[in-house]
């Protein structure tokens, strides 16, 4: 097989053998790749910082006949998130869009507007502010991969939510009007679901970075819980997120 090169995301890497690493990359030209680099601990020519979560890389890797794993042969880096300073709670913020990628993305198959969105988010969270790009993220994550619902109507009785009060529950996959809300779900702001229209309409460059942490984490809230249901598991990230209040 010939060597391929793509454009790539690094999401994850786990140690193999003495000096090689476990790779997962998000690929433009095939989607989710993993791969194996041989000596990545001690070859700085072919990989350098190149392998650090979500760096932006030209990645060459080559597929193995009858192997599940790649051989990824070299990545120069394009963009690094580490050219800004990484504080704990920005490191989590990147570890948890890297979590997200791995567990909804499945393997070889191309999404060139993940991949944008990615790039974009990534670059938004160099600064103080990372729950705004957080939510953006995770709610086009969840409108990509098919998970968001209307959040116009009740998904019960189908009844506008338009000026009315709209709830949520873990086991519930949209919104449900007063009447029939179920027990222990939690409210939804007029705010916050207004926020989420505007997200799905404006650029991340673009939005308003006073958005309120009060005003998206109703709708973060929501997201995860959605996300959660279709993973069927626990983000470790989230209960992390939580901590720091992001």
Not at 81 to 94: D, K
Not at 95 to 113: F, G, I, Q, T
Not at 123 to 147: H, I, K, V
Not at 208 to 216: D, L
């Amino acid at each position: 097989m010939s060597l391929k090169q793509s454009e790539a995301i690094v999401l994850r890497t786990y140690p193999f053998r003495e000096s090689d690493l476990l790779v997962t990359v998000f690929t433009r030209l095939e989607g989710k790749v993993r791969g194996v680099a041989r000596a990545a601990k001690k070859s700085r020519r072919r990989f350098g910082g190149a392998l650090e979560p979500l760096t932006q890389v030209k990645a060459t890797y080559e597929d193995r006949e009858r192997q599940e794993l790649a051989r990824l042969d070299a990545c120069e880096v394009l963009e690094s998130p580490l050219t800004s300073e990484v504080t704990y709670p920005r490191a989590v913020a990147l570890e948890h869009v890297a979590e997200l990628l791995d567990e909804l993305l499945p393997d070889r198959e191309v999404n060139d507007a993940v991949y944008r969105l990615v790039v974009s988010v990534v670059r938004q969270l160099r600064g103080d502010e990372l729950s705004l790009p957080l939510t953006y993220f995770e709610l086009w994550m969840a409108c990509l991969m098919g998970y968001l619902p209307d959040l116009s109507g009740c998904i019960v009785c189908g009844c506008a939510l338009n000026g009315t009060r709209a709830y949520f529950h873990a086991l519930c996959d949209g919104l449900m009007c007063p009447q029939h809300k179920r027990l222990a779900s939690s409210e939804m702001s007029a705010a916050s679901r207004q926020l989420a229209t505007h997200m799905l309409h404006t650029p991340l460059a673009s939005l308003n970075a006073g958005v309120s942490r009060r005003r998206s984490g109703d709708l973060r809230k929501f997201l995860l819980q959605i996300i959660e249901r279709h993973i069927e598991k626990k983000l470790v990230t989230r209960t992390m997120l939580e901590r720091l209040s992001l």
